[in-house]
């Protein structure tokens, strides 16, 4: 159990457009959903936390307008990256968990963004 | 300010060989998580450490944790190509009401025939 998938899994497009990625609980109520950023070789940076009908709250230094995070249900968060620019190329990862407390993260398979 | 150390961040050893990744970290912490990730790919859960002493042991690995000094381990025993792979340890804290994983920098493991 506690299965999530991300959506796509690779993506290349124009720089300017705005790109969204999908991260779905499929067999678990996921109160809190986490977005994960990975540079190449490097280790992953939080993002972002959402919990689910309410507002992301956003590490330092991400910018909320660009990096727009919608968790309307308990299965369901979006990642939206707005007028991306190739600085914005990047492997992006969702968790999920049932909520705080003794509840584990589970991992989607990741989103490979590519900004041309 | 939660910092998760890992060394070494690179490590090559033969098959057949035994070595140890480190992981310490520098406040008290809830959990602590082992990861595995092959390039390309998402992180896969190898094992969580939930208090001191703890010991788990997967095949080839094996992780402990010591609270009082803030130390994690992962053992490998006699290494083969396929554990080949970047590590992860992670250590969550709870922080105003939400909850972080804070990832060390990563052990690329290359394990030569």
């Not at chain 1, 939080?46 to 709250?57: P, R, V, W, Y």
């Not at chain 1, 309307?72 to 914005?88: K, M, N, R, Y």
Request: proline share 3%.
């Amino acid at each position: 159990g506690a299965v999530v998938s991300q959506h796509p899994s690779r993506v290349i497009c124009k720089s300017g457009t705005s790109v969204k990625i999908e991260c779905r609980s499929l067999d678990f109520q996921a109160t809190t959903m986490f977005w994960y950023r990975q540079f190449p070789k490097k280790s992953l940076m939080l993002m972002a936390t959402s919990n689910e009908g309410s507002k992301a709250t956003y590490e330092q230094g991400v910018e909320k307008d660009k990096f727009l995070i919608n968790h309307a249900s308990l299965t369901l968060s979006t990642l939206t990256v707005t007028s991306a620019h190739p600085e914005d190329s990047s492997f992006y990862i969702c968790s999920a968990s049932r909520g705080v407390g003794n509840q584990p993260q589970h991992f989607g398979d990741g989103t490979r963004l590519s900004i041309l | 300010e939660l910092k998760v150390e890992q060394n070494p961040l690179f490590l090559s050893m033969q098959e057949g060989k035994n070595y140890t990744i480190y992981c310490n970290y520098s406040t008290t912490s809830d959990r602590l998580y082992w990861y595995r990730q092959d390039p390309g790919k998402s992180l896969e859960s190898l094992f969580v450490l939930l208090s001191n002493g703890a010991v788990k042991q997967e095949g080839r690995l094996m992780a402990s944790l010591d609270t009082k000094a803030r130390l994690s381990t992962l053992h490998i025993t006699a290494a083969v190509h396929d554990l080949s792979a970047t590590y992860f340890c992670a250590v969550d804290k709870i922080w105003g009401g939400s909850e972080k994983l804070v990832f060390g920098k990563g052990t690329k493991l290359t394990v030569n025939p």
